[in-house]
């Protein structure tokens, strides 16, 4: 039996092959490889996709977080406040600015930034910075009230929650990214939209950030030879535009699959010995870009996976706020418990579009038969 990757991109590109093909020609035989066609179309495809008026491609995610803080105003002697469960790269561009991340708890059931935590430091940030963690959308009804009465302004790390919804309590749906004053995308091979290198892009309604945003990611610039500010080179490729394109149009379709097989995932792994499967959402759409369970075995059932090939990862195993690269913020063990535990108890299955019904069973079999032999 083959081994179950944790994601399989090739399976990805099989289902898209000749039209990619067909499109990254194009860009080839017309040579626009900057600022061509293919972005200006991708922008207008993604801001529709997400129900926002203005998106702007970017070179990464992280260099999407990183123009959009910048376009808010984010400097030296500012505070962002960042859940400290998630990848690195959602409080990197926070320190470029010579800002300080503030690093907050999150919410034992969900993972994503407690509102609660986050109260008690709202007075001291300049931003927020939720994260829409695993592809589940953050609370953001209660932040951004949080966040209002304070004056501060809300940016999405949206970058594994592309087209994930908020349903109000009128039933409403707001999309990830069109939330807060901007979202940001990553296009990372791997995400629920997944480019063939990096990428990225923002999401706004608001046009002044939209056109500094523009401005920032292409040298500052104002016309062809007036550079009006330091901006910095954080283009979305043509090439990876043109790519992201063709994705786009299964995207939907996609993120319905990857809830059909997490509610499978559920229905057959709940009730498994200490098992936490992710929280039945209310008056919210996850897009599952990852299935996280918890379990206080967590090291051990991640190796009876693999040595039973299963691909199983974790999501994050060091927290921002332990990580050697802030130690300089004198952060310890035990500041932010709840972010700990998801640290130490977190585990990622197999899940994307393309996994089959067998290949699911597969993963469910080694994960009970690890819980046959413990209890
Ligand atoms: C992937 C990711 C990023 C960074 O995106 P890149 O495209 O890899 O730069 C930022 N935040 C979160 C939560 C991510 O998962």
Known sequence: M??????????????????????????????????????????RAFAGFTGTRFAIGTGSGTAALHLALAALGVGPGDEVAVPAHTFVATAEPVSWLGATPRFVDVDEETGCLDPVSLKAVIDRVRVVLPVHLYGRPADLSAITAIAADAGVRVLEDAAQAHGAELVDLDGTTTRAGAYG??????????????????????????????????????????TKYEHTTVGYAHRLDTLQAAVLGVKLTTLDADNVRRRDLAARYTDALWGLGDLLVPSGPSGLRSVFHLYVVRTRHRDALLRHLHASEVGAGVHYPIPLHLQPAFASLGYHRGDLPVTEAWADECLSLPLYPELTWQQQDRVVAAVRAYFDGVS
Not at 2 to 12: G, T, Y
Not at 27 to 38: D, K, L, P, S, Y
Not at 193 to 202: E, H, P, R, S, T
């Open 2 to 43: 083959s081994k179950i990757p944790l994601v399989d991109l090739k399976a990805s590109y099989q289902r898209h092959g000749p039209a990619i093909d067909a499109a990254m020609r194009d860009v080839i035989a017309n040579t626009r490889f900057i600022q061509g066609q293919e972005v200006a179309d991708l922008e």
């Open 181 to 222: 004053a901007a979202g940001c995308f990553s296009f990372y091979p791997g995400k629920n939209l997944g480019a063939f290198g990096d990428a990225g892009i923002v999401t706004t309604d608001d046009a002044e950030l939209a056109d500094r945003i523009r401005m920032l990611r292409d040298h500052g610039r104002t």
